[in-house]
């Protein structure tokens, strides 16, 4: 009985990391094939039929009069709705926005005063009139039309070789990797500290860092800020700095970093700490040298967490380091090439995959401890 209850307990563990990979996965697997995808057919239908065609129904102008040809007491305009270089399969159309599929495709609708438009399947097009026609627009057409599916880097050109775009890609690292270290460094020396060593106040202390976990970013951001710019003008530093970020990002990550660190301490064997007092270490040795090479998983598990975190960041960066030019992060710089209006959303999901590119990496650098170091701290006592 307890060798198949262990067997049945493998398969559950295998069962939820299959759920978990696929469900971290697919979305992932969307964001890359959505990113190659122009964006007509993103709208028309979803990232799963990108292999097969899409039907897509469009609206479009045709040709001002200037080109029509007399041909047998008729003037007639023709050519191609999809226009150079673009092909499809038109499977209606229309002349009016409320059916815009009134007519199939090779049919001929009647206009006005005579005259008609054939649109047929390959997209080819006769517009005839019995009078000379006029105007200085083109007759205004809607199609639905089906579409080969069809894959582009324009959207990877567009982002990549922005202007600024290399910038803005190191001004990120440059927040990132020190507002990932400082707290790590901090919250070891306070996780120690609060596990191991005993003085006046070490409850109410916990207690407090339990409960900033719960405090909101949005509400301490002025305050914070407020405080950095107080300080800042009586020491005479520069209000938007690299400083001033890292220790924004190192305040609102420590909470969560000693928390952390201090289960997963907390439950380190307590005959390793009292030999080596016996043998004459002093706390900060027993930390450098036993406490620290035990807790790497611990550490590399708030490291992910705190990169992804940091590297994401738009608002705090917006607050503490500014919005200009030299100082614009990676998620600035890519909700800029939107525009004010969002005019270029295709490269939505070309932006977040590359902005994911890099935590990817991390993530798979140190995703051999990071379940080690969330579940060690819960399965020991402290």
């Known amino acids: 009985m307890a060798a198949r209850g262990s067997v049945a307990g493998r398969w559950g563990v295998h069962l939820a990391v299959l759920f978990f990979v696929v ?21 028309a239908s979803g990232w799963w039929t990108a292999l097969s065609s899409s039907a897509r129904t469009e609206a479009g102008r045709l040709p001002t009069p ?27 159309f229309g002349t009016r926005a409320q059916n815009p599929t009134e007519f199939a495709a090779g049919a001929t609708a009647d206009i006005r005063d005579g005259a008609t438009l054939q649109v047929n399947e390959d997209g080819g097009f006769t517009l005839s009139s019995p009078t000379r026609l006029e105007g200085s627009r083109g007759q205004r057409v809607y199609y639905q039309a089906s579409t080969p599916p069809e894959f582009t880097v324009k959207n ?83 209000a938007k700095t690299y400083l001033g970020i890292w220790l924004a990002h190192t ?17 380190l064997p307590r005959e390793i700490m009292e030999s080596a007092r016996i043998d004459g270490a002093s706390d900060f040795e027993i930390f450098v040298k036993i406490v620290l090479p035990l807790s790497f998983p611990v550490l590399a598990s708030f490291a992910i967490f705190q990169f992804l ?10 607050v503490f380091l500014g ?4 100082q614009l992060v990676l998620t600035g710089k890519l909700n800029a090439l939107l525009g004010s209006k969002g005019g270029d959303w295709e490269i939505l999901t070309t932006s977040a995959f590359i902005t994911i590119l890099v935590p990817i990496a991390v993530f798979f650098a140190l995703q051999r401890y990071f379940v080690r170091g969330l579940l060690a701290g819960s399965v020991k006592g402290g």
């Open 251 to 267: 305040g609102f990550g420590l909470p969560f970093a000693i928390y952390l660190l201090r289960a997963y301490i907390a439950g």
């Open 23 to 43: 469900l971290w996965t697919v979305p992932t697997l969307g964001i890359l094939v959505t990113s190659f995808r122009e964006a007509g057919q993103i709208v």
């Open 323 to 326: 919005t200009g030019t030299e």
């Open 66 to 92: 200037e080109t029509q040809v007399e041909r047998d007491g008729r003037f007639l305009l023709e050519g191609n709705i999809f226009g150079e270089g673009q092909s499809g399969t038109v499977l209606a």
């Open 309 to 318: 975190w940091v590297w994401n960041d738009l608002l705090v960066a917006m």
């Open 156 to 238: 990877y050109e567009t982002v990549l070789f922005s202007e600024g775009i290399g910038r803005s890609f190191i001004n990120s690292l440059t927040v990132t990797i020190p507002a990932t270290i400082i707290p790590i460094l901090i919250a070891a020396f306070a996780a120690y500290a609060l596990a191991w060593m005993r003085f006046p106040g070490r409850a109410l202390l916990i207690a407090t860092v339990i409960g900033l976990l719960v405090v909101p970013l949005q509400m301490s951001l002025i305050p914070l800020l407020k405080l950095y710019n107080g300080v800042g003008a009586f020491f005479g530093v520069p």
